[in-house]
T-cell receptor, first 116, second 114 residues
Framework: KAGVTQTPRYLIKTRGQQVTLSCSPISGHRSVSWYQQTPGQGLQFLFEYFSETQRNKGNFPGRFSGRQFSNSRSEMNVSTLELGDSALYLC???????????????FGAGSRLTVL | AQKITQTQPGMFVQEKEAVTLDCTYDTSDQSYGLFWYKQPSSGEMIFLIYQGSYDEQNATEGRYSLNFQKARKSANLVISASQLGDSAMYFCAMRELTGNQFYFGTGTSLTVIP
């Protein structure tokens, strides 16, 4: 079956612009979570959605937002981009939400954002 | 305090040799899960192995095994018979029963030498 698909794979923006990233989870997966990966900070949790509801949010400013649609596809948006937002944004899906031994995250290849 | 600590930024191993990647974790939960992921240069995180806090046996998946020492709060990944394709970043992660997110370590870069 198809894996987690993230689009676009690469994008370049300038400071002050906004960006929207898309994530299509594995068919049947209802949980989608987003992570920011940078060389200095590693993988940092942004938020998790399950059945169109945000279940948890990491410690990021309000410029970072997300949503999930009824087909489980998810988007994240970053407004008023800053240089420090340059990162690899990873989306992951899972069948379940919350704690479960079976709740393995399956990641997409990521969207690499460069802010100039 | 860091939830997941990986103290080896970089490791080298000879092809066909075994290598151990260290991971320690911090939690007060009794129920938690420990995961290892591999990230090649392409960027995609690949799930390798899972260990539940109540599992009495160490998890194994092919050439991967997890050396789980609960009292020491360590969950080291052992890769046997290293292959050139094992060269990648390796991340240890944890999810607690009471939490809704995964915590990742800073990763270990493994290079397999021919």
């Amino acid at each position: 079956k198809a894996g987690v698909t993230q689009t676009p794979r690469y994008l370049i923006k300038t400071r002050g612009q906004q960006v929207t990233l898309s994530c299509s989870p594995i068919s049947g997966h209802r949980s989608v979570s987003w992570y920011q990966q940078t060389p200095g900070q590693g993988l940092q949790f942004l938020f998790e959605y399950f059945s169109e509801t945000q279940r948890n949010k990491g410690n990021f400013p309000g410029r970072f937002s997300g949503r999930q649609f009824s087909n489980s596809r998810s988007e994240m948006n970053v407004s008023t981009l800053e240089l420090g937002d340059s990162a690899l944004y990873l989306c992951a899906s899972s069948f379940l939400a919350g704690f479960s031994g079976a709740n393995v995250l399956t990641f997409g290849a990521g969207s690499r954002l460069t802010v100039l | 305090a860091q939830k997941i600590t990986q103290t080896q930024p970089g490791m080298f191993v000879q092809e066909k040799e075994a290598v151990t990647l260290d991971c320690t974790y911090d939690t007060s939960d009794q129920s938690y899960g420990l995961f290892w992921y591999k990230q090649p240069s392409s960027g995609e995180m690949i799930f390798l192995i899972y260990q539940g806090s109540y599992d009495e046996q160490n998890a194994t998946e092919g050439r991967y095994s997890l050396n789980f020492q609960k009292a020491r709060k360590s969950a080291n990944l052992v890769i046997s018979a290293s292959q050139l394709g094992d060269s990648a970043m390796y991340f240890c992660a944890m999810r607690e029963l009471t939490g809704n997110q995964f915590y990742f370590g800073t990763g270990t870069s493994l290079t397999v030498i021919p």
